[in-house]
């Protein structure tokens, strides 16, 4: 098979998929007999990302693998093919997200103790189903309590190939700079600022559906999928 035809079939698939793919599921496009070397799929995302170079979609690498994506410049006004009120979110749970984030593994005590208020169980709730934190042990204490970290899905949604590429909490100014995905308009609220407020704070996070909303809606900014949201994720 020619290296333009694999390149072809690659990015058919990016921009069918409306969300990031990984190598192996690349690699499973093929037929066995056809089945191209993982060097040849490697050329055809690097032959891929220059072509994109200078236009107004990108091929962006995460954990989670390829997608292909709109650039930030021109994803406020793609978004508006999508004009639905936006997900918001509390200065609450994005406070407990960085500290996640940044911090893990953490325990909720260990966030309450930072942020000086209750962790609501439903902001944690609301992360899980997310999927953008998991369980990933038990802290050696009486009660074992769960540590938390963050997913692949976490890293997706933000544009992240690690967690090594998180910015120093001096130089984030928003979550839009993070790379937020499409599947829900995100918006930038400030991440580094949030765990440096969090003494601050004094509101209960029983509040959280109430005060300090951003709205999610400016950026997908950062990173829009090729493909509209799918709305049953």
Do not use: C
């Not at 192996?24 to 037929?31: A, I, K, M, N, R």
């Amino acid at each position: 098979m020619s290296a333009s035809e694999i390149r072809n079939i690659v990015e058919a698939a990016l921009l069918a998929a409306g969300k990031s793919l990984t190598f192996s599921e690349l690699s499973q496009l093929f037929d066995e007999q056809d089945r191209p070397e993982p060097a040849a799929i490697r050329t055809a995302l690097a032959s891929l990302a220059e072509d994109y170079a200078g236009r107004p979609i990108e091929l962006k690498e995460t954990g989670a693998g390829w997608r292909v994506q709109v650039r930030r410049a021109y994803a406020a006004t793609v978004a508006r093919l999508w004009p639905e009120r936006p997900q918001r979110y509390s200065r609450a749970l994005l406070e407990t997200l960085a500290l996640i984030a940044y911090r893990q593994p953490i325990t909720r005590a260990e966030i309450e103790s930072v942020r000086g208020v209750a962790v609501n169980p439903n902001i944690t709730k609301t992360l899980l189903e997310r999927q953008w934190i998991r369980v990933v042990g038990h802290r050696d204490l009486p009660g074992r309590p769960e540590l938390l970290g963050t997913t692949r899905e976490f890293l997706e949604y933000f544009g992240l190939r690690s967690l090594d590429e998180l910015p120093p909490l001096t130089a984030l100014h928003s979550l839009g700079e993070l790379d937020p995905q499409l599947d829900l308009p995100v918006a930038g609220e400030a991440l580094a600022s949030a765990v440096a407020d969090t003494g601050d704070e004094e509101s209960s996070d029983a509040e959280a559906g109430e005060v300090d909303e951003f709205d999610a809606a400016a950026a997908a900014s950062s990173g829009m999928l090729a493909s509209p949201p799918d709305d049953s994720r």
